[in-house]
């Protein structure tokens, strides 16, 4: 009963920036944690940032200080502003979200599709 589905992705030359939105739609209680993981060709999906329903963040450190989340919980929407890209950078994008469609249920976690974010020049 729950989607999350991403936008923003594409090409982008090296230092240069891409946003990231993901909105989450369906029954919908509340959404606590959201998140943001990448998944470069070959290796493991990692945690990139995650804010909480109160606003606090949290960044993995090969991307603090260039990386920015954010949520608008009137859109049920979270964003990824990624500056200073680096070729490193690429990878499928995918959104994450601990969403309760009922009072009554536990929270569980909901995935995108995924997006991809190319850095090369």
């Known amino acids: 009963q729950v989607q999350l589905v991403e936008s923003g992705g594409g090409l982008v030359q090296p230092g240069g920036s891409l946003r990231l939105s993901c909105a989450a739609s369906?029954?919908?209680?509340?959404?606590?944690?959201m998140a943001w993981y990448r998944q470069a060709p070959g290796k493991q999906r990692v945690p990139v940032a995650t804010?909480?329903?109160?606003?606090?963040?949290s960044y993995a450190d090969s991307v603090k200080g260039r990386f920015t989340i954010s949520r608008d919980n009137a859109k049920n929407t979270v964003y990824l502003q990624m500056n200073s890209l680096k070729p490193e950078d690429t990878a499928v994008y995918y959104c994450?979200?601990?969403?309760?469609?009922?009072?009554?249920?536990?929270?569980?976690?909901?995935w995108g599709q995924g997006t991809q974010v190319t850095v090369a020049s």
């Open positions: 804010i909480t329903n109160g606003g606090s963040t």
């Open positions: 994450n979200a601990v969403i309760r469609t009922t009072w009554r249920y536990a929270a569980s976690d909901y």
């Open positions: 369906g029954t919908i209680f509340d959404i606590n944690t």
